[in-house]
């Protein structure tokens, strides 16, 4: 596996890089900042996966996360990995509905076969997400069951969505019509009172909130 590191820390940059090398990968670029990260990408030979910060610089705000969506625009069968210390909503809901994406948290990676082991789904077009991501992303409460106000049919069709079924798929599968599933899916997305104003993103967050609610 190819692999270009985004990491403003020179220690936690090199000790990845070391890491990756030792466990058989190549790694084919490396950027301290995020625009030196998009040239690394577009200039690295065949990369197969990107693993960046969130803050780095010039703004140590939401760069890495801005250059991320730069390279899927230009690469869009990259693998990417967010792997970070903070959590970004703005550009990552986007990611995520890509695939190939994983989001995951500095101090909540524990055992060293596993996340390699994520970095190489990614890699392969799956997609990887902690769950503290995921709970920010979706902007609930975990005490609450947001799904509880969904009805038997709602859910089958939520449960569809998580598949990757598009709305014609659903309708199909359950002998509905086109218009009845799309009223399903409405009603999904209101109830569950998920933020943003597009569609295919409040889709992505209700799907999200689904497969989180299905692990606990």
Request: net charge negative.
């Amino acid at each position: 596996m190819r692999v270009v590191i985004g990491e403003d820390s020179a220690l936690f940059r090199e000790g990845l890089a070391r890491l990756l090398a030792d466990a058989g990968h190549e790694v084919v670029a490396k950027a301290q900042d995020a625009p030196g990260l998009v040239v690394a990408v577009d200039t690295a030979a065949d990369p197969d996966l990107v693993i960046a910060d969130i803050r780095m610089p010039p703004d140590h705000t939401d760069d890495g996360a801005r250059a991320a969506r730069r390279i899927r625009d230009a690469h869009p069968g990259l693998g990417i990995v967010l792997l970070s210390q903070h959590v970004e909503t703005r550009h990552s809901v986007e990611l995520v509905s890509r695939g190939g994406f994983g989001y995951l948290l500095k101090d909540r990676v524990f055992d060293v076969d596993d996340f390699l082991d994520t970095l190489r789904r990614v890699a392969a077009g799956g997609s990887a997400l902690d769950p503290e991501v995921v709970s920010r992303l979706i902007g609930v409460r975990r005490a609450a069951d947001p799904l509880a106000s969904l009805s038997a049919r709602e859910r089958e069709v939520l449960a569809l969505m998580a598949e990757g079924r598009t709305n014609v798929g659903i309708a199909r599968r359950l002998y509905l019509t086109d218009r009845t599933v799309e009223t399903h899916v409405s009603s999904i997305l209101a109830k569950l009172g998920l933020p943003g104003s597009e569609e295919d993103h409040r889709r992505v967050l209700a799907v999200l909130l689904y497969l989180n609610r299905s692990r606990t």
